[in-house]
């Protein structure tokens, strides 16, 4: 599988204490099956849609204790100078650059803003083996308190134009790699995001019937923060599993009413 090109978002996984407990709601909700994990990468565990690898969790290092939230990869060439650059643009490296075998080269990093993400610089993985279909990535976004910094600073890092949405009455980009929208960034205001919860990157996982499947989310114990909502760009939800980490939800068969217009921002 050829390298995605760089800014693209390439991968997703998130840290779990009860992996079995995740397995089974994941299994439920998305549909997903799981690999057996390797004990020689911390019981890292990946997970398929259709036998295609879609996402992965993860149990917390022994003793550590940690929240579980969604990771969003994004592709880089050269994981050591992306980290050069997340440090000028005022970022900070959380992580890395540390090589997974010859899985690929990892970063992960945070925004001026507080907003965690990765950086993954593929070798025998590139990174999402199906996307844009039920039980897999569909789309991300910068949830985020400090969008000027998010502004500021993503396309300093990932060769991004940006867009703006116009005739809302929101704040909301989608930065892109050459013509292609590749993730958006909205703006946190008001009571958006609750006081105690950081800015952050939700990940969008598709399904086949967005009400359908927050049933099946809702009965495992999991919570819906936002909709469901119908949209030009698929019938969507915000939600979270029984653990803590947030997510969303969209089908993208089901749209209603016109996609609003953009501008080079």
Known sequence: MAALPEGTPCWADA?????????????????????????????????????????AIVPPMPGQEVQSAWCLYLASPDAAATAERIRAAGGEVVMGPMAVGDFGTMVIARDPGGVVFGVWQGGVHAG????????????????TREPAKADAFFPAVFPYGELKMVGGDFDYRMFKVGDRPVLGRMAAVGDFLPPEAPSYISVYFGVNDTDAAIDRLTARGGKVYFGPMDSPFGRF???????????????????????????DA
């Open 15 to 55: 840290m779990f204490t009860d992996l079995e407990g995740a397995k089974s709601f994941y299994g439920d909700v998305l549909g997903w099956t799981f690999g057996e994990s390797s004990s020689e990468y911390g019981n890292y565990t990946q997970a398929y849609s259709d036998g295609k690898a879609v996402a």
């Open 128 to 143: 999402f083996e199906k996307q844009d279909g039920p039980g897999s990535f569909c789309w991300a976004e910068v949830i």
């Open 237 to 263: 939800a915000a939600v979270g599993d029984p653990q803590g980490a947030a997510f969303g939800i969209i089908d993208l068969g089901r749209t209603v009413g016109e996609r609003p217009g953009t501008e």
